[in-house]
């Protein structure tokens, strides 16, 4: 039974769709070279090519804002990519043979790993390899692995349950089998979800990691960056904090709506289950 | 003592309970029998004032002088636990899990203005009396150490503590083991002062009350002493219910009731039981109104 | 309740010796020796050895580790290599100004989530309701640092009501430590306030569906009633699992916030250690933190015991 498209949902998609547009757009064209420093535009006000205007370097906040939302996207990608590869399987042996040493072992692992929050890892990563976009996707993408472990298990744990996964079972299926045929397309829609909630996260995340230093290096433009560059001018120029701001505020909140939108869309049922934050 | 005219349930347009009226008499054990679907939850969750949101009860219903029906929130709780009492179906879920059985008892009470002390002490004399082992010990447990049958009886008890006048009862014993049923049909059939009991099991009916009401359609059918509507149903719907109860000898096939329960608003005009009627004419068009002293039916084509 | 309490009890202790194992075995894995480093490239081999003997990095890594992990347990965190000051009294000083920082942001969380959240629940028919769920929609995609930055703009940059950041201890100037810490505050409290606001208004909505709040009514109770008496501790249990994981990532907030603010807390201590390339003072202030976040879990699990007697 699927749900009904819902508000959310619609508002969701629009949102990312636009950054996954300005990301794309901006391979091919962006208004000017975002790293193009140039001191006639210096803090140039919005106008004249210059839509939103110019930072203390001169350069356009507009085209940084399009190759930001790349930045923002390549991490998260990257990060929901390692811990979506990591920590379904890890999940659904969890979820398979819930009593077994196994699962008590990678449960506890998770929990652990859970203590090592994406900012911690990121900076011990950072003061051990040097800090950089890699560093920050593969902090927040570990520390994302317990999430994702957990809601596997949670919706490995509901499907073994069901009648067609006992028939499968009763007819000597494999169990590797019974994993990738019968348990990985059930828990599907639930890991879609999961995906879309920690791609918020990681975006938050991957902000926060630029806006200390600790994520994507200059000059390669992320909103993180942009944000903590307009703090010292917060006074003369709030709008250097604004954009940046409301692009990750906006990107965060499309991410939340898509997730919770495809909740309720994809599988009514599986409303029991919560997505990880 | 209970005295129902005229109730009827509607959630926004569509009518769930239609036109229910009945009466019972202090000390009156009756049943209201139907399948789910037929309204006869939403009769008592009404009489309660419990209705779900966005559902409303229109009519009357008068509780020894008291107006149950459109009355404000703030007054129909005063009697609720007091002057009538419910049970519900499921024992599991109903009581709160984070509270001691013996408190949740002596709740009932305190909040109809028994002292703190005394409820306690009368909370243990309850749970003896619906039969529950070392009831001062059982008392102390939280609800998750009770069995099904066991957290069913402290709703009793719950239900007993403040002496109401009625007792409502909703399918009490369906999530019960069938060893226990009985046991606490017995119960129940002993220390309830007026009762109504629902159910769609007939042979609890039986067992349990003296007169029958049987709902359809958010409608009552039939209604009428039990070894009447038992043995001479009236009702041609009541006479299929019956006829698909009974046991059959060996071979012979089950006589069931064509068709299905239409869902709520789908029933049709004029006689609610006419698109599934063997004996249904162009009569039935037009509603039937319930007829008969004693035992009445709502038929255009009864059986004898 | 006892077994359940000792099981947790050894879940923290092991947690904790892994994660020291690993926060070690990683700090490790760091290229160049911490001798060579202090002495610069001039430095004769004799002294580099003494150095090394000196720091005690020429034995090997787990004699190096015991040395370590046996001096955290009575707070003893090492002698910085760079500055040759304990680290010990610097994380205690610091530790200080960060729990302040996230006990005060809790609260604010707790002040907004609970009541906001109870009557989006309530009324979660109403435009009231459902425009509380949206504000918290958007509440949550703001990072706290964006928060701080927003307020210091209105607060401190308009209306020049409060300071836009630095810290005065509170033995110095009570009122001047209070003000400076609001902002602070607000960012942390907020932006978690929104987040909790929304799992209190699931935990309370799937309450208000449970067939006990029926029999609390059926007693007698009104609609309110019966979620007050019966509803809140019941719901308070998933909530209190959320509120642990929000406290940790409190923490980690609080890491950002003080740079936004300038607060000289465990954050900014382990951000200037990895900038002046401090190791052992970077492992001790992941060791603090990681350690916190397995105490938060910790009083979770117990908190649980103590709400719920199917645990105990």
């Known amino acids: 039974m699927r749900g009904r498209v819902n508000a959310g949902l619609i508002a969701g998609a629009v949102l990312v769709g636009i950054v996954v547009l300005a990301a794309l757009v901006s391979f091919v064209w962006t208004p000017h070279d975002p790293t193009l420093v140039d001191a006639a535009n210096k803090l140039r006000e919005p106008g004249g090519g210059y839509l939103l205007g110019a930072d203390k370097f001169g350069r356009d906040t507009f085209s940084q804002l399009m190759v930001g939302a790349r930045t923002t996207l390549y991490v998260g990608i990257v990060a929901v990519g390692i811990a979506a590869l990591i920590g379904t399987p890890l999940g659904m042996i969890a979820g398979m043979t819930p009593r077994g040493w196994l699962s008590e072992l990678i449960m506890r692992v998770n929990d652990l790993v859970f203590a090592f929050p994406a900012l911690l890892l990121a900076v011990m990563l950072g003061a051990v390899y040097g800090a950089g976009t890699l560093t920050a996707m593969i902090a927040i993408g570990v520390a994302t692995v317990p999430a994702f472990a957990r809601v596997a298990r949670a919706a490995t744990m509901q499907v073994m349950v069901t009648d067609y996964i006992l028939a499968a079972r009763a007819a000597g299926r494999r169990r590797a089998a019974i994993a990738v045929r019968h348990v990985l397309p059930n828990i599907g829609s639930m890991l879609i979800v999961q995906a879309s909630v920690s791609f918020a996260i990681a975006i938050l995340a991957e902000a926060a990691l630029s806006f200390l230093g600790f994520g994507t290096r200059p000059p390669i433009p992320s909103w993180g960056r942009m944000l903590q560059e307009s703090q010292e001018l917060l006074f003369s120029t709030p709008r250097l904090a604004l954009w940046p701001g409301l692009a990750i505020a906006l990107a965060v909140l499309g991410f939340n709506l898509l997730g919770d939108g495809l909740r309720d869309y994809l599988d009514p049922k599986l409303r029991r289950i919560r997505a990880e934050r | ?304 | 309740m006892i077994l359940y309490l000792l099981k947790r009890l050894a879940v923290l202790l092991a947690s904790t010796a892994v994660a020291g194992v690993a926060v070690f075995a990683f700090m490790a894995l760091l290229p160049g020796d911490p001798a060579e480093i202090a002495l610069g490239v001039n430095a004769t081999p004799d002294a580099v050895a003494a150095l090394r003997e000196r720091f005690g990095t020429d034995r090997p890594p787990p004699a190096q580790f015991a040395d370590w992990f046996g001096g955290l347990l009575h707070g003893d965190f090492g002698t910085s290599y760079v500055t040759s000051s304990p680290i010990g009294p610097q994380i205690g000083d610091r530790l200080g100004v960060t729990a302040v920082l996230v006990l005060g942001g809790m609260v604010i969380a707790l002040l907004i989530a609970v009541p906001a959240g109870t009557f989006a629940a309530v009324h979660h028919r109403n435009p009231l309701g459902v425009a509380i769920s949206a504000a918290s929609q958007v509440g949550i995609a703001i990072p706290a640092f964006l928060a701080g930055i927003l307020l210091v703009f209105v607060f401190a940059v308009k209306a020049q009501a409060l300071p836009s950041g630095g810290y005065v201890p509170i033995a110095e100037d009570p009122q001047a430590w209070l003000l400076g810490l609001l902002l602070p505050w607000l960012s942390l409290g907020l932006v978690q306030g929104a987040v909790l606001t929304r799992y209190v208004r699931s935990a309370v909505l799937d309450v208000m569906r449970e067939d006990y709040l029926r029999t609390a009514r059926a007693k007698g109770r009104g609609r309110m009633g019966a979620l007050w008496r019966h509803g809140l501790r019941n719901a308070s249990i998933p909530v209190v699992t959320v509120l642990g994981l929000q406290l940790a990532t409190l923490l980690i907030g609080a890491v950002v916030v003080e740079r936004v603010f300038v607060i000289p807390g465990l954050g900014d201590l382990l951000l200037n250690g990895v900038a002046g390339r401090d190791l052992l003072l970077v492992q001790g202030v992941v060791m603090v933190l990681v350690v916190a976040v397995l105490l938060i879990n910790f009083v979770v699990d117990v908190t649980y015991a103590v709400l719920d007697p199917r645990l105990r």
């Open chain 2, 1 to 304: 003592m209970l005295s129902v005219d005229g109730l009827t349930v509607r959630a926004d347009a569509v009518e769930l309970v239609r036109e229910v009226s009945f009466d019972i008499a202090p000390g009156e054990r009756v049943g209201l029998i139907g399948e789910s679907g037929s309204g006869k939850s939403l009769t008592a969750l009404s009489l309660m004032g419990l209705l779900p949101e966005g559902v409303r009860a229109s009519g009357t219903a008068r509780l020894g002088g008291r107006d149950l029906v459109g009355v404000p929130e703030g007054r129909i709780k005063d009697l609720r636990g007091r002057e009538v009492s419910m049970v519900f179906q499921e024992p599991m879920t109903a009581l709160n899990p984070l509270m001691r059985v013996g408190a949740q008892v002596a709740e009932v009470m305190t909040l109809h203005g028994r002292p703190r002390a005394e409820a306690r002490t009368r909370a243990v004399e309850l749970l003896d009396r619906v039969r529950l082992p070392r009831p001062a010990q059982l008392a102390r447990s939280y609800p998750h150490q009770l069995s099904g049958g066991q957290r069913q009886r402290v709703m009793l008890a719950i239900a007993l503590a403040n002496e109401p006048g009625l007792l409502i009862c909703d399918e009490p014993t369906t999530a019960l083991d069938v060893t226990v049923q009985k046991q606490m049909l017995e119960l129940i059939a002993e220390v309830a002062p007026a009762l109504l009991f629902i159910t769609h099991d007939l042979a609890v009916v039986a067992s349990v009350c003296e007169r029958v009401l049987v709902m359809y359609g958010g409608r009552v059918v039939e209604s009428g002493p039990i070894r009447e509507v038992f043995t001479r149903p009236r009702h041609r719907y009541t006479e299929g219910l019956l006829a698909a109860s009974k046991l059959t000898p060996r071979g012979t096939r089950l006589p069931t009731i064509k068709g299905s329960v239409p869902a709520a608003g789908r029933f049709p005009e004029g006689c609610v039981f006419s698109n599934r009627c063997p004996h249904a004419t162009q009569r039935c068009e037009t509603e039937p109104e319930l007829t008969g002293e004693g035992h009445a039916h709502a038929c255009w084509h009864p059986a004898d």
